[in-house]
């Protein structure tokens, strides 16, 4: 069964910094890509970002390239999403997928299965 576990979101100001992690289980972790995206209430779902297990190569929606980093630890099967100089407008559930690939445009992100997500809040 594949599952996928976020956490580290949080309430933070605007400028500060959050970790995200995701834990992946019940599949071939470096066969696949992991990817963030984010749902704001009343917006459509927005891919944030994009790690190949098999070779480190990352993508990053433009809203977000610059402040946030996506890591990968294939011995512990996790995902982090870094982000930092965070904005009251990136406040939103943060999801974790496994997609097959990482496409040229994040936005395109194919979602196989996803995690419940976690919230995070961007006070200004």
């Known amino acids: 069964e594949v599952r996928l576990v976020e956490s580290g979101g949080g309430l933070v100001q605007a400028g500060g910094s959050l970790r995200l992690s995701c834990a992946a289980s019940g599949f071939t972790f470096d066969d696949y890509a992991i990817g963030w995206f984010r749902q704001a209430p009343g917006k459509e779902r927005e891919g944030v970002s994009c790690?190949?297990?098999?070779?480190?190569?990352?993508d990053y929606a433009d809203s977000v390239k610059g402040r946030f980093t996506i890591s990968s630890d294939n011995a512990k099967n996790t995902v982090y999403l870094q982000m930092n100089s965070l904005k009251p407008e990136d406040t939103a559930v943060y999801y974790c997928a496994v997609s097959p690939f990482c496409p040229t445009l994040v936005a395109e992100l194919i979602l196989d299965y996803w995690g419940q997500g976690t919230q995070v809040t961007v006070s200004s």
């Open positions: 790690i190949s297990s098999s070779d480190g190569g990352t």
